[in-house]
């Protein structure tokens, strides 16, 4: 078992990896919990959708390299989240059919850049699916000082999330500043995507928004342990998401996402608070 | 960040002059004007869509006049942390993971400061008002294990934490049962005692008449502001509810209203009904 677990240690990629995943899988799951909170799972995969033109401007512009994509992600992303809020806000069409074309449109954008590359459909699963285990120390640095930057702010402006998110009208009658908390929400959710994009890719982000956070609100009437909890399965996601993938040889992504899609069922189906199985046993 | 905006005594608690709001090309409110005094309550009661949500987010600086004025001590609504609204049941998340205490505490948020946390003062105050609102024991409680009573009683104590001294209740009687709205009645009287101005939407004209200082009759324009005996004419009401209005006594006596009208607010058809 040890020797099992060990194996995949010996190599630096595996390891970076396995760091690359724990620190997303964290970061990912508690600002995750505002986005079940409030309802912005279709939000979330519109913005990592729509990010994909603004990565293969940069992979374009810088030939191919990797290293500067991180910041044409993170550029991309907040100008999209910031745009995605002040659009869904006028009253012309309803918001979710704002966020539909507008992402889609990008998204197709995004393809149709990266197919004038010869090597485009390698390029593209990278970046749709993701590519942890090309995770370069660099980029490693970039994930841990951006996360913590995510976190920190999470944690200080913890009362006004709250509240914002909670009661919308107390928030405005106890005079905080709600369109810069708004804003600042909407764009730590883009660092986050940016920070994740090479671990899980642009089409499997929101299952990392989503899925550990609606877990753990299912275990937890608290919003600081529901955090924890959401960090915590994201975390075990992450590891023995890549230990499945070295295993048994299927893409990192798609297992980290399968793995936490697992422990939601699970959660779902056998807790003792609100299980199916057990309310349905108790009946 | 906060505003504390100074409080000119000499000026009246809320002076709304001339209000008027329109969205989406309809006109909620038309030409509101009236003033409270200190440690009033009084109930503002209208048919469904007549503009009392409207008009008490105009009143919390929620929603701006399209024209008029509304000050509070001589200043604007939205540089106060004074003012408490109290939502309707029906538009709260209650599965949301927040405790009773933690939501009594986000009265405090304003008083903490960006970046603050809540110091022993104001756990202090927290616990006073589950006191006042006697919900000491449910306080570790997540929100939805309340009753309906016990909700709205958590509400008044998240306006007292915020040390509120105007309140806006839209609907908080709606939907509980004798004992609830009776526990909430005397809460008012507690409130009086504290000197806390209280507004509060309700259909039931005969709690209105017995337990609160003035009437307000809304239906998109101020049909009537003052006692009991002069704003519940026949006549009034029926200018207020139309056609709508069900039951009337023959001595003139308003027994019951029956209210199918339409939910421009999104609210819900309500029945409210006295007992004769």
Not at chain 1, 118 to 128: N, P
Not at chain 2, 87 to 95: A, E, I
Not at chain 2, 197 to 216: C, K, N
Not at chain 2, 259 to 274: Q, R, S, T, V, W
Request: aromatic fraction near 8%; glycine fraction near 8%; include cysteine.
């Amino acid at each position: 078992m040890l020797t099992w677990l060990i194996e995949p240690l010996q190599y630096a990629f595996m390891v970076r990896g396995l760091v690359a995943a724990v620190l997303v899988g964290i970061v990912c799951a508690v600002v995750g919990t505002y986005v079940v909170l409030r309802g912005m799972a279709f939000f979330g995969d519109a913005l990592a959708h729509t990010i994909l033109p603004g990565i293969a401007l940069g992979y374009l512009v810088s030939g191919g390299a990797r290293e500067s994509l991180f910041w044409w992600a993170l550029g991309t992303a907040v100008i999209a989240a910031l745009g995605i809020g002040a659009i869904s806000k006028s009253a012309q069409i309803k918001e979710d059919t704002a966020i539909g074309i507008i992402f889609a449109g990008m998204f197709a954008l995004g393809i149709a850049l990266i197919s004038t590359v010869r090597s485009y459909a390698v390029d593209l699963s990278h970046f749709l699916f993701g590519d942890v285990l090309g995770v370069s120390s660099q980029s490693l640095w970039l994930t841990a000082i951006f996360g913590a930057l995510v976190l920190l702010l999470i944690f200080i402006f913890y009362k006004e999330f709250l509240t914002l998110s909670f009661d919308p009208i107390l928030a405005v009658t106890l005079r905080l500043p709600v369109g810069l908390l708004n804003n600042l929400l909407l764009a730590l959710m883009a660092v986050t995507i940016a920070v994740s994009l090479q671990t899980v890719g642009v089409a499997l982000m929101v299952a990392m928004l989503v899925t550990p956070a609606a877990t753990a609100y299912l275990l937890t009437y608290r919003l600081p342990v529901m955090m924890a909890l959401a960090a915590l399965f994201a975390s075990l996601s992450g590891v023995i998401g890549l230990y499945l993938s070295y295993y048994i040889s299927i893409a990192s992504g798609a297992a980290i996402v399968l793995t936490a899609t697992a422990l939601f069922l699970l959660v779902f189906l056998f807790n003792p608070r609100q299980g199916v199985l057990w309310r349905s046993a108790n009946r | 960040m906060y505003p504390h905006s100074h409080h000119q005594q000499d000026k009246p608690i809320l002076d709304v002059q001339k209000v008027s709001v329109r969205y989406n090309g309809h006109l909620a409110l038309e030409d509101v004007s009236f003033h409270l005094h200190v440690g009033e309550r009084i109930a503002v009661v209208g048919p469904n869509g007549a503009g009392k949500s409207t008009l008490f987010k105009v009143v919390a600086g929620v929603m701006p006049p399209t024209s008029g004025t509304v000050t509070v001590y001589g200043s604007g609504p939205d540089v106060h942390v004074c003012i408490a609204y109290v939502p309707q049941r029906s538009q709260v998340d209650w599965s949301f993971p927040v405790t009773v205490a933690d939501v009594i505490m986000m009265g405090r948020i304003a008083k903490l400061g960006i970046g603050g946390w809540p110091r022993k003062r104001d756990w202090d105050i927290v616990h006073a008002a589950l006191g006042t609102v006697d919900l000491n024991d449910l306080a570790k409680r997540q929100i939805s294990q309340l009753s309906g009573g016990q909700q709205q009683r958590m509400f008044i104590a998240r306006a007292l934490a915020q040390e509120a001294e105007l309140m806006l209740m839209d609907e908080p009687l709606t939907g509980l049962d004798v004992p609830s709205q009776e526990g909430i009645l005397s809460l008012l009287d507690r409130l009086q005692e504290q000197n806390v101005t209280v507004m509060v939407a309700t259909h039931d004209l005969e709690q209105a008449t017995q337990h609160f200082d003035r009437i307000m009759l809304l239906n998109h324009t101020l049909l009537g502001f003052g006692k009991a005996e002069d704003v519940l004419a026949p006549e009034r009401l029926l200018e207020a509810y139309g056609g709508r209005l069900r039951v009337v006594s023959p001595d003139g006596k308003v027994l019951a209203l029956g209210d199918e009208g339409c939910c421009d607010e999104g609210e819900e058809p309500k029945h409210a009904h006295l007992a004769d």
